[in-house]
């Protein structure tokens, strides 16, 4: 199976997917390959932790909306920045320096 299709299967209503989906590809990013499939945005890190609008020109953090298969190919992809932020459908919000996540993987 895809990385899209395993995504796209967290969803039990395809419209919520699809809103994400959209979002990342009109604010964001969107990666699909065999290897990986992927829905973020860049944000500003205290926007996450201290629910600031302030210095949302400055974005410093991707925010992982969706991420399946392995993300090892999304490093060359994308723009490093400071932070990768992500949750697991359990609302906490986990803030980790980009350069921690890419040696993890």
């Given at each position: 199976m895809r990385p899209y299709d395993r995504a796209k299967m967290l969803y039990e209503d395809e419209k919520d997917f699809f809103k994400i989906f959209d979002y990342c590809a009109t604010y964001g990013v969107v990666v699909s390959t065999d290897d990986v499939f992927c829905c973020a945005y860049a944000v500003h890190s205290d926007y996450i932790t201290k629910y600031t609008y302030n210095n949302l020109d400055?974005?410093?953090?991707?925010?992982?909306?969706?991420?399946?298969?392995?993300?090892?190919?999304?490093?060359?992809?994308?723009?490093?920045?400071?932070?990768?932020?992500?949750?697991?459908?359990?609302?906490k919000y986990r803030l980790i320096p980009f350069d921690k996540i890419k040696r993890r993987y």
């Open positions: 400055k974005p410093n953090t991707w925010f992982i909306h969706l991420l399946a298969g392995n993300p090892k190919s999304l490093f060359g992809l994308v723009e490093p920045l400071e932070f990768v932020c992500f949750e697991r459908f359990d609302n």
